[in-house]
């Protein structure tokens, strides 16, 4: 009776541990995602496009929670940051070389 005790509160253990990081993965989602639609609207981008390309379900997602929260997810939407941040960056460059055209 102990023994399965204790199994169970393993896994109830890990099943909260398992919860923590997708909580975690969620979160680090949004706030990409965040990231990427305040820089598509500076920029005159299309957030759903851009976001679509990433994974379709970050766009077509019910109940308002990506399907999506996978590594690669996650590390593609920080690339899609990055290069969006590089387009503001060339932008603010043409701005500063040829202010007044």
């Known amino acids: ?20 990081w997708q909580g ?3 979160h680090r989602v ?3 995602m965040n990231v990427a639609h305040q820089l598509c609207a500076i920029l005159g981008m299309d957030y759903v496009q851009i976001i679509a ?9 019910d109940g308002g929670h ?8 996650i590390a593609r939407l920080a690339k ?6 590089e387009e ?3 932008r603010l460059q ?3 070389i040829y202010p007044k055209l």
């Open 53 to 61: 390309g990433v994974h379709p379900s970050l766009v077509d997602s």
């Open 24 to 26: 975690d993965r969620l």
């Open 80 to 85: 899609t940051i990055h290069s969006l941040r």
């Open 94 to 96: 043409k701005v500063q």
């Open 30 to 32: 949004f706030e990409y």
């Open 1 to 20: 009776m102990a023994a399965s005790a204790t199994v169970s509160f393993v896994l109830l253990l890990l099943k909260s541990e398992l919860g923590f």
């Open 88 to 90: 503001k960056k060339l």
């Open 66 to 73: 990506p399907k999506s929260i996978s590594n690669d997810t």
